[in-house]
């Protein structure tokens, strides 16, 4: 069945009803981005940097052009043939090489690098001529010179090798690795070769992107810098460690605002590399990228790098680099940065082929529209400021009702609800008699809370956007989202990765958007749908009066 329509603009329309949606929206996604989601239609487009990706990660531009011909409901412009060629064979053309200590950089086409050549953006960093085809590169800029020329539309595959590092062994124990955990490990080290050693791993939370880190740790054996998102991930790191590998506790350190060791392999959080006295202050903890020989660094949740940490990774290219993320989506914009620095896509798997083998929980979408509340509908119309309008809508005290009926549809079944604004999750958390989870918590307090919902001690948790990362809550069946990042797509991601993890009896898990209609709020809710649209789940949208109808919740 013919569902796609391809436009000379780079956008494909892709039909929703069709049989095969969920295979299409899986392979749409491998070499382009969603840019809408309306009901029946959804739009896709085709840009040098998802064309970059593809072609890393080991897609022929011919095996595009003939999955768009077959799925096409008219002819494809020619343009557009044209263009997945030129994107695709632009990955590869330019190749940073590394020979007796000389980098060079050498493209396969004369007449490109005599425009490189050219650019004063690029001029201090080239060195001398060899030939119309190379010239020499310093090898302190080979970070740099990627992101300049990135920026002027020519990707670099750079097979310019990595430090071997300290040698560390470590070998896996009491792990049954998956099929596709293999592949993503094989993926990025590649036997070892040059073309391996950078590059991210995309797979969604409850998949085992932290096993699937410690797979490529196996595979190199080396001291290894693990960089993540918060204090409880740097625990969950090292107890993933000591479980799954043979490596002692006395070679694993934690570096963090309480406790800094720096041991064979550390485990650090993005805070702490970030932390300066002042704004002029320099960064005093980057001094921990220098301090061992390491051979690998992980970025875990790599589309949170803070820029202090990128400018950082552009001058430590000859280590080898792992991205571990559940999504590319930047709000900053910077997926180019990534790309560059720590390198291409090297392997994705579709979120519902994982759901079909049984290996994350099938999910039921609903965002449930909420009138807003009489006495502050007044107050809403005459706001001028649109983010204290999007708030106002956000914190809508009708929603609590709504809670309510969820929590009598799904009673006894462990539930979170996640937030924004800590003053609507106190109200939320004193309504209900729940514990409540924000920045505030210690962390020894947060770990208590967090052990007693997965022992089953505690049904439900009310959490803030602390709980939207790294946290391994896997019984967790019904997420309740009551406020978010206005138009986040990766804050989506993540908390709908609240409840992916396979589950004990019945694989199933629910995760509810509560938005305020006809309001700001409303209008940011589409944006934070594309992710989930993206990865092929139906989004389901209803109104409050309906969810106590369990038959259409579960249908």
Same mark, same amino acid.
């Given at each position: 069945?013919?569902?796609?329509?391809?436009?000379?603009?780079?956008? $494909? +329309?892709?039909?929703?009803n069709s049989?095969?949606?969920?295979?299409?929206?899986?392979y749409?996604?491998?070499?382009?981005?969603?840019?809408?989601?309306p009901?029946?239609?959804?739009t896709?487009? #085709?840009t040098p940097?998802s064309? /970059?990706?593809?072609?890393?990660?080991?897609?022929?531009?011919?095996?595009?052009?003939?999955?768009?011909?077959?799925?096409?409901k008219?002819?494809?412009?020619?343009?557009?043939?044209?263009?997945?060629?030129?994107?695709?064979?632009?990955?590869?053309?330019?190749?940073?090489?590394?020979?007796?200590?000389?980098?060079?950089?050498i493209?396969?086409?004369?007449? $490109?690098?005599?425009?490189?050549?050219?650019?004063?953006?690029?001029?201090?960093? +080239?060195?001398?001529? $060899?030939?119309?085809?190379?010239?020499?590169?310093?090898?302190?800029?080979?970070?740099?010179?990627?992101?300049?020329?990135?920026?002027?539309?020519?990707? %670099?595959?750079?097979?310019a090798?990595?430090?071997?590092?300290?040698? +560390?062994q $470590?070998q896996?124990?009491?792990?049954n690795?998956?099929d596709? =955990?293999t592949? *993503?490990?094989?993926?990025?080290?590649?036997?070892?070769k040059?073309?391996?050693?950078?590059?991210?791993? &995309?797979l969604? @939370?409850?998949?085992g992107?932290?096993?699937?880190g410690?797979?490529?740790?196996?595979? &190199?054996? @080396?001291e290894?810098l693990?960089?993540?998102t918060?204090?409880?991930?740097?625990?969950? /790191?090292?107890?993933e460690?000591?479980? !799954?590998?043979?490596?002692?506790?006395?070679?694993?350190?934690e570096?963090?605002?309480?406790?800094?060791?720096?041991?064979?392999?550390?485990?650090?959080?993005?805070q702490i590399l970030?932390?300066?006295?002042?704004?002029?202050?320099?960064?005093?903890?980057?001094?921990?990228?220098?301090k061992r020989? /390491?051979?690998?660094i992980?970025?875990?949740e790599v589309?949170?790098?803070?820029a202090?940490?990128?400018?950082?990774?552009a001058?430590?290219?000859?280590?080898?680099?792992?991205?571990?993320?559940?999504?590319?989506?930047?709000?900053?914009g910077?997926?180019?940065?990534?790309?560059?620095?720590?390198?291409?896509?090297?392997f994705?798997?579709?979120?519902?082929q994982?759901e079909?083998?049984? /290996? #994350?929980?099938?999910?039921?979408?609903?965002e449930?529209?909420?009138?807003?509340s009489?006495d502050?509908?007044?107050?809403?119309?005459?706001?001028?400021?649109?983010?204290n309008?999007?708030?106002?809508?956000s914190?809508?005290?009708?929603?609590i009702? %709504?809670?309510?009926?969820?929590l009598?549809?799904?009673?006894? #079944?462990?539930?979170?609800?996640i937030g924004?604004y800590?003053?609507?999750?106190?109200e939320?958390?004193?309504?209900?008699? *729940?514990?409540?989870?924000?920045?505030e918590?210690?962390h020894?307090?947060r770990?208590?809370?967090?052990?007693?919902f997965?022992?089953?001690?505690i049904?439900?948790?009310?959490?803030?956007? %602390?709980a939207?990362?790294?946290?391994?809550?896997p019984?967790?069946?019904?997420?309740?989202?009551?406020?978010?990042?206005?138009?986040s797509? =990766?804050?989506?991601?993540?908390?709908l990765g609240?409840?992916?993890?396979?589950?004990?009896?019945?694989?199933?898990?629910?995760?509810?958007t509560? %938005?305020?209609?006809?309001?700001?709020?409303?209008?940011?809710?589409?944006k934070r749908?594309?992710?989930?649209?993206?990865?092929?789940y =139906?989004?389901?949208?209803?109104?409050?009066?309906h #969810?106590?109808? !369990?038959?259409?919740?579960?249908?």
């Open positions: 069945m013919s569902c796609l329509i391809v436009q000379a603009d780079s956008t $494909i +329309l892709f039909e929703t049989p095969q949606y969920v295979e299409i929206s899986a749409l996604s491998l070499f382009s981005d969603l840019m809408k989601t009901e029946h239609v959804h896709y487009k #085709i940097l064309m /970059w990706n593809a072609s890393a990660s080991g897609m022929k531009s011919q095996d595009i052009i003939d999955f768009l011909k077959k799925h096409s008219f002819e494809i412009p020619l343009k557009i043939c044209k263009e997945i060629q030129m994107y695709m064979n632009r990955y590869g053309i330019l190749r940073l090489e590394k020979n007796n200590d000389q980098l060079t950089l493209s396969r086409d004369s007449e $490109i690098m005599k425009q490189i050549r050219k650019s004063k953006a690029l001029q201090p960093y +080239l060195q001398d001529q $060899i030939d119309n085809f190379s010239s020499k590169i310093n090898l302190v800029h080979r970070g740099l010179i990627k992101q300049e020329l990135i920026q002027l539309g020519f990707p %670099v595959e750079d097979i090798g990595y430090l071997s590092g300290e040698r +560390l $470590i896996l124990s009491n792990v690795l998956r596709y =955990q592949d *993503a490990i094989e993926a990025f080290y590649q036997g070892g040059k073309t391996g050693g950078s590059g991210l791993i &995309v969604p @939370c409850g998949s992107k932290t096993i699937v410690i797979g490529v740790m196996s595979k &190199v054996n @080396c290894t693990i960089l993540t918060n204090v409880t991930s740097v625990k969950q /790191w090292k107890r460690i000591l479980t !799954k590998t043979d490596v002692p506790e006395e070679l694993i350190g570096y963090t605002g309480d406790i800094k060791q720096v041991k064979p392999i550390t485990i650090a959080t993005y970030t932390h300066r006295k002042n704004k002029n202050a320099d960064f005093i903890h980057m001094e921990l990228f220098k020989d /390491w051979g690998l992980i970025y875990d589309h949170l790098l803070p202090p940490v990128f400018r950082e990774t001058t430590i290219q000859a280590t080898r680099r792992l991205g571990l993320t559940a999504t590319l989506i930047r709000e900053d910077r997926e180019e940065d990534v790309f560059s620095l720590v390198g291409p896509k090297r994705y798997f579709p979120w519902k994982l079909q083998h049984g /290996w #994350i929980s099938k999910v039921e979408c609903y449930i529209r909420v009138d807003l009489s502050v509908i007044d107050q809403y119309h005459q706001m001028e400021n649109q983010k309008k999007f708030r106002l809508a914190e809508n005290p009708m929603k009702n %709504v809670i309510k009926q969820l009598k549809l799904h009673a006894e #079944i462990p539930t979170l609800i924004q800590i003053n609507q999750l106190k939320i958390s004193n309504h209900f008699q *729940a514990p409540l989870i924000t920045g918590l210690s020894t307090e770990d208590r809370l967090y052990n007693e997965k022992e089953g001690e049904k439900l948790l009310v959490v803030s956007k %602390v939207n990362f790294a946290i391994d809550l019984d967790a069946a019904v997420a309740i989202q009551v406020s978010g990042s206005f138009g797509r =990766q804050e989506e991601a993540q908390r609240r409840v992916l993890r396979p589950k004990k009896s019945k694989n199933q898990a629910h995760f509810y509560l %938005v305020t209609r006809d309001s700001k709020e409303q209008e940011f809710s589409l749908q594309l992710f989930l649209v993206e990865q092929g =139906q989004y389901h949208i209803l109104d409050a009066r #969810i106590t109808n !369990k038959e259409l919740l579960t249908s």
